[in-house]
């Protein structure tokens, strides 16, 4: 079992930064992929970014390509994820999700661990 916190949401206008840290516990974190998905009011959750465990890649949507940054700090078991230049669109709850395969980081099927969530609200 894994179990995922995250935090660092809130309310910033358009053009502004927050970071999103998401820590893990029960499971070697650093045998997971670990993932950033989002939901906006009305539409189905969707992938943001990844961080493959076994190559140390990182994969994101195109939507924050450029804008969004995923890392993590294995020593604190902690995966974060750094948004800048936010937008009104940007504006979701943002779950964090872990994968012990990392198979198929762009289906939220694939992740067997899910944080509580944390809501982001971007205004123009």
């Known amino acids: 079992q894994v179990q995922l916190v995250e935090s660092g949401g809130g309310l910033v206008q358009a053009g502004g930064s927050l970071r999103l840290s998401c820590a893990a516990s029960?499971?070697?974190?650093?045998?997971?992929?670990m993932g950033w998905f989002r939901r906006a009011p009305g539409k189905e959750r969707e992938f943001v970014a990844a961080?493959?465990?076994?190559?140390?890649?990182?994969y994101y949507a195109d939507s924050v390509k450029g804008r969004f940054t995923i890392s993590r700090d294995n020593s604190k078991n902690t995966v974060y994820l750094q948004m800048n230049s936010l937008k009104p669109e940007d504006t979701a709850v943002y779950y964090c999700a872990a994968d012990p395969s990392g198979d198929n980081i762009w289906n939220q099927r694939d992740y067997d661990y899910w944080g509580q969530g944390t809501q982001v609200t971007v205004s123009s």
């Open positions: 961080f493959r465990f076994f190559n140390g890649n990182t």
């Open positions: 029960g499971r070697t974190f650093s045998s997971l992929t």
